[in-house]
């Protein structure tokens, strides 16, 4: 098993653009999830996804949007760029149980963003 | 909105000394996750735990429901233990919430 696989794993873009990141897992995990991680602060929870064609925001989903067609893909889209997301992104997928994500957490290797 | 706050920030230590991170969260919980990032960036799983306590290895994770605490230790600690170690707590809103984490150096 490839687990979580991301890319790319490190992009500069320039205010303004859009770009997709791109986040896999062959484990066939329901529940899917991106974070943004800064200096300083903890992992925050930007979106999520309990199955295919379900998603749901989570702390800081403003300038994000993701969609989950498959149960193996939940890419996470940069609608215009900013400065401000500046950041290192994680994906993250795990198994559900009873309807909520209690299990193991499994991480791809992570994007570094840079916004010019 | 579940708040986790994690203590050290930062700690140094001596090759072979017992360590203790702390984690506490401010509502009832469903489950907690200790993570640990290593230098280069990668992030894994080390316990989920929802009572009690879990042992793999040198490494010991607790949880005090009652107390909204859990605590990361580690025996006889090693240079190879030097790494970020961030607790998550999962609350009714199927979201993690996730400490700002404690970097670790072990001196050989």
């Known amino acids: 098993n490839a687990g979580v696989t991301q890319t790319p794993k490190f992009q500069v873009l320039k205010t303004g653009q859009s770009m997709t990141l791109q986040c896999a897992q062959d484990?066939?995990?329901?529940?899917m999830s991106w974070y943004r991680q800064d200096p300083g602060m903890g992992l925050r929870l930007i979106h999520y996804?309990?199955?295919?064609?379900?998603?749901d925001q989570g702390e800081v989903p403003n300038g994000y949007n993701v969609s989950r067609s498959t149960t193996e893909d939940f890419p996470l889209r940069l609608l215009s760029a900013a400065p401000s997301q500046t950041s290192v992104y994680f994906c993250?997928?795990?198994?559900?149980?009873?309807?909520?994500?209690?299990?193991?957490?499994?991480f791809g290797p992570g994007t570094r963003l840079l916004v010019l | 909105k579940n708040e986790v706050e994690q203590s050290p920030q930062n700690l140094t230590a001596q090759e072979g000394e017992f360590i203790t991170i702390n984690c506490s969260y401010s509502v009832g919980i469903s489950a907690l996750h200790w993570l640990q990032q290593h230098p280069g960036g990668g992030i894994v799983s080390l316990f989920m735990l929802s009572s009690g306590k879990k042992k793999h290895g040198r490494l010991i994770a607790t949880i005090n429901i009652q107390e909204k605490h859990s605590s990361l230790h580690i025996t006889a600690s090693h240079p190879r233990d030097s790494a970020v170690y961030i607790c998550a707590a999962y609350g009714s809103a199927r979201q993690l919430t996730f400490g700002s984490g404690t970097q670790l150096t072990v001196l050989p």
């Open positions: 996804s309990v199955g295919a064609g379900i998603t």
């Open positions: 484990m066939n995990h329901e529940y």
């Open positions: 993250a997928s795990s198994a559900l149980a009873r309807g909520a994500s209690k299990e193991t957490q499994y």
